[in-house]
């Protein structure tokens, strides 16, 4: 089992950065794969990017391909998501997933294929 928290979110202006964090706690992070999610106000839920297990495999929404980079650093039992050029339309609660999952090549995209989720962090970004 393992437990997730985000941190790094804000209210930041059209074409800034932010950076992401998924810290997991258990001694096992580099079994799961893991995930971004995001939910605007009156939105579902969806898909942003997402990384295998050993980081040689990740896969990113069209909407944020090019802006945005999903990382991850076993060592560190962390995950990360790089935000770039940030547009108004990113603005959301950004949630982290994770999955034991041992494929390296495949990487999971839809939010019921995780079990583990964190809390979540704002992100805002005015025009």
Not at 26 to 33: D, E, K, L, M, N
Not at 39 to 53: C, L, N
Not at 109 to 127: I, M
Request: hydrophobic fraction near 35%; charge should be neutral.
């Amino acid at each position: 089992q393992v437990q997730l928290v985000e941190s790094g979110g804000g209210l930041v202006q059209a074409g800034d950065s932010l950076r992401l964090s998924c810290a997991a706690s258990g001694r096992t992070f580099s079994s799961y794969a893991v995930a971004w999610f995001r939910q605007a106000p009156g939105k579902e839920r969806e898909f942003v990017a997402a990384i295998s297990w050993s980081g040689g495999t990740t896969y990113l929404a069209d909407s944020v391909e090019g802006r945005f980079i999903i990382s991850r650093d076993n060592a560190k039992n962390t995950a990360y998501l790089q935000m770039n050029t940030l547009k108004p339309d990113d603005t959301a609660v950004y949630y982290c997933a994770a999955e034991r999952f041992s494929y390296s090549t495949v990487v999971l995209t839809s939010d019921s294929q995780y079990h583990y989720w964190g809390q979540g962090t704002q992100v805002t970004v005015s025009s």
